[in-house]
């Protein structure tokens, strides 16, 4: 798994165990998370995937910056009592604080999202889409590559055919190639820790 400057670590999404909620809404799945095993109360960073199936709240997280990414379906979100927005797969990666009261509704069936909570002032997550035929520069302490379809990645000597919904794990500074392909893009989740001034 060692390469150059860092490791990878291959996430397949096959491997990943459903939790339910604890409301019934919802499953959730951890793709990877930092300590591992830390659980939902000392993770300094964790990235998961969640299938929401009826409207309602959602979990608060103080002190966690989050950024929502939507998969598959639609979503209409509301948070602190201002007006709801939409977001779908075409959307823009969004932020939010994990302190602000949320409510989720999905719209036409269930949706699918890609959650990045990163412990604030701690730690701050870039999340960013990554098109096909792409080569990344990756800097970080940590980042996550997550494949939105058939992707081939190239880093250093070793090659990854990785299906929807895996995901590439970089602890350490890498480079890295996206095999141009038709459709198939990828979410790059940057993990920086925040330095204190002075």
Not at 30 to 50: D, H, K, N, Q, Y
Request: charged fraction near 20%; glycine fraction near 10%.
């Amino acid at each position: 798994m060692s390469h150059g400057r860092g490791s990878i670590e291959w996430l397949p999404a096959a491997h990943r165990q459903g939790v339910p909620w604890k409301n019934g809404g919802g499953i959730t799945r951890e793709v990877v998370a930092s300590p591992a095993a830390a659980g939902l109360e000392r993770f300094a960073w964790r990235i998961s995937t969640a299938e929401v199936r009826t409207a309602g709240p959602f979990s608060a997280f103080p002190g966690i910056e989050r950024t929502l990414c939507i998969l598959e379906g639609k979503l209409s979100l509301a948070l602190g009592g201002r007006t709801a927005i939409v977001l779908s797969a075409d959307s823009a990666p969004f932020e939010f604080a994990g302190d602000d009261p949320a409510h989720g509704a999905p719209l036409h069936g269930p949706v699918i999202d890609l959650n990045v909570m990163a412990r604030r002032g701690s730690f701050a997550a870039r999340v960013r889409r990554i098109r096909p035929g792409a080569a990344v520069a990756i800097a970080t302490s940590a980042a996550v590559l997550f494949a939105l379809g058939a992707l081939t990645v190239t880093a250093g000597r070793r090659t990854w055919s990785l299906h929807r919904w895996d995901a590439l794990h970089f602890a350490g500074p890498c480079d890295c190639s996206l095999e141009p392909a038709p459709a198939a893009a990828a979410y790059l989740i940057e993990i920086s820790p925040v330095t204190e001034p002075g």
